[in-house]
């Protein structure tokens, strides 16, 4: 590791570091396979917060093309559990030795960032932006690791749905500070051009063993916008990085105040 004031915070200054991230959100395989073919090709690392098994997902991790972080469901009715505690505990059976972790739909709360904290999650991936500039990592309380993304796929076609402009993309791409994209298997797998199109299909998408008629977008969308970007990327001679390097650079790089800070489940709550 550098010494502080060396790593990671330093270069951001200085410099654009990319990182491809995607949540897996239930995914067919065949959409992940899509996603991890585009990375495969490009020689970029991917890091992957996993919901649930996939052959072609643990396969890529065994052989190295892939890591793995969580993407817990804290929501109502979730298959990972009825509280944090037990979503983290499903995790922590399903995939042992994560260190990283995007909530699903964003979700948190004082409970679920204590329990991740405890169960030895160093950096989460929770804050979307559109597209901001200067992005750096921030330390959270309990002591994780903030990681704010700079390009959310399904914001991006929220904002500008079917024509999906490169410009408005590139014209901040290479200034410095931190720069990660978040792109789902399924939006890649289905080449969605707007949340019109992908709500209008997604009943055909779920639980699919390949894609159904109608279901992939056949004109320019989400896949073409990635390969777009890493194309443009690859042309200006920049690399991607692994997440789990970036978090663990962040986290020797960041001041923590309180390493054994504890903590109750009520903190937060001033009822």
């Given at each position: ?26 995914a ?51 298959s ?67 990681i704010p ?12 749905p079917d024509?999906?402009?490169l ?5 901040r ?33 779920f639980?699919s ?41 962040a986290?020797?790089?960041l ?5 054994n800070?504890?903590?109750n ?7």
């Amino acid at each position: 590791m550098p010494e502080k004031g060396t790593g990671i915070l330093s270069r951001l200054e200085s410099e654009p570091v990319f990182v491809l991230t995607s949540d897996q959100d239930w995914a067919p395989a065949w959409a992940s396979k899509t996603l991890l073919d585009i990375a495969n090709d490009h020689e970029i690392p991917l890091h992957v917060f996993r919901t649930n098994a996939c052959p072609v997902l643990d396969v890529s991790v065994r052989l190295g093309s892939s890591t793995n972080g969580w993407h817990p469901n804290f929501g109502s009715g979730s298959s990972h559990g009825s509280s944090p505690r037990e979503v983290v505990q499903h995790l922590q059976m399903a995939f042992p030795s994560c260190r990283t972790s995007r909530s699903h739909r964003f979700i948190e709360s004082t409970e679920a960032w204590q329990q991740l904290r405890r169960a030895g999650i160093i950096a989460d991936s929770q804050f979307a932006t559109l597209m901001a500039k200067a992005i750096r990592p921030l330390r959270h309380w309990t002591g994780i690791v903030r990681i704010p993304i700079f390009l959310e796929d399904d914001v991006f076609f929220e904002y500008w749905p079917d024509e999906l402009p490169l410009a408005e993309i590139s014209r901040r791409l290479f200034s410095p500070g931190l720069k990660v994209f978040n792109f789902h298997p399924t939006f890649v797998g289905c080449n969605a051009p707007s949340r019109t199109f992908y709500d209008s299909t997604r009943e055909k998408i779920f639980g699919s063993l390949e894609p159904a008629k109608g279901v992939t977008w056949q004109r320019r969308g989400t896949r073409d916008v990635l390969l777009e970007l890493l194309d443009l990327i690859r042309s200006r001679g920049a690399a991607f990085e692994k997440f789990d390097d970036i978090a663990a650079l962040a986290d020797h790089d960041l001041d923590n105040p309180s390493p054994n800070l504890k903590t109750n489940d009520h903190m937060g709550d001033v009822r």
